[in-house]
DNA sequence: ACATTATGTCTATGACGCTTGACATGAGGG
DNA sequence: CCCTCATGTCAAGCGTCATAGACATAATGT
């Protein structure tokens, strides 16, 4: 399961300690998700869609 | 997360084995994601996403 | 009435998601 | 040269996702 956390990131100017702020986890769990690590929960999913305000489909990739 | 597994496996007429079976995890993974024991990880999402033909956004609810 | 299928639920086990706290490295600004 | 911020990673702990196997009950078919 790929993603496109980074990019969406950068485009913004957010560190990964913003995002985490804005998604209400740790920097830590920012971190994983972006380096692959693991994916995050169907919950997570949705907060993250709706903090870039895209649908989930156009974030996290089918691998 | 509330989601619309039921209606959209009796559309089918679909049992809860046959849709497990097509996603390829257990009967009673299916049976609890239906019952709202919990949400389903990311990944198996995308496969009922799949198996249904629909966006994640249109079978699974934010609350 | 009997057999089969469908659903709900329980237990126990293992893997994954997320946390806090810590530490190392690299980049940039004073 | 320091100081700060950003990123990556580790460990330990807790709760969630998913499994297999079992059992109870309801619904369907013959």
Known sequence: MNNRLKVLRAERSWSQADLA????????????????????????????????????EEIFLRD
Do not use: H, K, W
């Open 21 to 56: 702020e804005r998604l209400e986890v740790s920097r830590q769990s920012v971190n994983a998700i972006e380096t692959g690590r693991y994916d995050p929960s169907l919950p997570l999913a949705f907060r993250i869609a709706d903090v870039f305000d895209m649908a989930i």
